[in-house]
């Protein structure tokens, strides 16, 4: 049984739709609390109660104390908590970078931590390449691989994992880890057994299976992967995109879409995650476009499927 109704069910939004600049240049990071007002209404305004805290659009870390307090009473204001962080691209085993970005990731657990945030996201996959930032949608420039055989590398990507889930253990919070292409969460297979690598007990996996449907490569049957990984999740990206591809695999297009329209059936989708037991967070995610308003929409949309699917 359900410890939520499709009315309660905490669904929160991404913050790809909003501005990290302001219209001088000035990043969000130091545009402060006017700036951040402005954005977070935009969100509140979809009919929205939590919103994901990205560090793509703002980096606690980087936030003094009393910043980060103004930040939560700034979202609190307009009705809305922040139950969640994501991390990204900061790799614990990036070339060159692994003391840097373990660091960073530990500072911004702290950081979350005094924020009242309850859930860690991030992943193993790293900063942008010239190919990624040509192509119109990133996804479709080769990105960096992590060295697939490997075993020294994987297991120094196992051991810090585990010591940044510690980390957050120790302050209250759960450990979530997104599957992202040509990581070592780039998989199901290799999600479910990296999570295990590093303990059940310390983290899960977020099934964002959106990440690779879009791939302008073969990729494995979503229906698969989600029957794999959902068994492990303890926080979830959902998006979806459209898929259309030869028999040969000459050829393939995607484009994002809502969650209705895309390649992903999530009726069916959260019908099996309910059957499962999940009951963590769903995060409505959504690139190009009106980001916002598309993240609305699947609110929306989800709390319907919610309401099907708990009424048995």
Not at 29 to 38: I, T
Not at 253 to 277: H, K
Request: net charge negative; aromatic share 8%.
């Amino acid at each position: 049984m359900s410890a939520f109704t499709a009315e309660t069910w905490p669904i929160t939004s991404c913050m790809l739709g909003l501005d990290t600049t302001t219209r001088d240049g000035t990043s969000a990071q130091v545009a402060g609390p006017e700036f951040w007002k402005k954005q977070l209404t935009k969100i509140a305004n979809q009919g929205f109660t939590n919103v994901e805290l990205s560090d793509a659009w703002l980096k606690p870390a980087l936030l003094s104390s009393s910043e980060r307090a103004e930040l939560v009473s700034i979202a609190a204001d307009l009705g809305l908590k922040i139950p969640s962080v994501h991390i990204q691209r900061v790799s614990v085993i990036e070339p060159g970078k692994e003391a840097e970005n373990l660091a960073y990731q530990h500072a911004s657990i702290e950081a979350a931590a005094e924020m009242g945030i309850s859930v860690y996201s991030t992943g193993l996959h790293q900063p942008f390449n010239q190919a990624q930032r040509e192509a119109l949608w990133f996804w479709n420039g080769q990105g960096p691989i992590d060295p697939v055989g490997d075993t020294e590398v994987w297991n120094l990507a196992v051991t810090r994992i585990r010591e940044l889930a510690l980390h957050a253990q120790d302050l209250g919070m759960i450990t979530s880890l997104e599957m992202y292409e040509d990581t070592y969460l780039g998989s199901s297979d290799s999600a479910v057994r990296f999570v295990q690598d590093v303990g059940t007990d310390l983290v899960g996996i977020n099934p964002d299976v959106g990440n690779l449907v879009r791939l302008h490569r073969e990729v494995e049957d979503w229906r698969e992967t989600y029957a794999k990984t959902l068994p492990y999740a303890n926080y979830w990206h959902l998006k979806n995109y459209t898929r259309d591809e030869a028999v040969d695999h000459s050829y393939y297009a995607t484009a994002p879409s809502t969650l209705r329209d895309g390649v992903i059936n999530y009726r069916e989708v959260v019908e099996l995650a309910v059957s499962l037991g999940y009951s963590g967070i769903l995060t409505c995610e959504h690139y190009g476009g009106d980001s916002i308003s598309v993240c609305g929409e699947n609110q929306r949309h989800l709390r319907g499927l919610l309401a099907e699917t708990l009424a048995g």
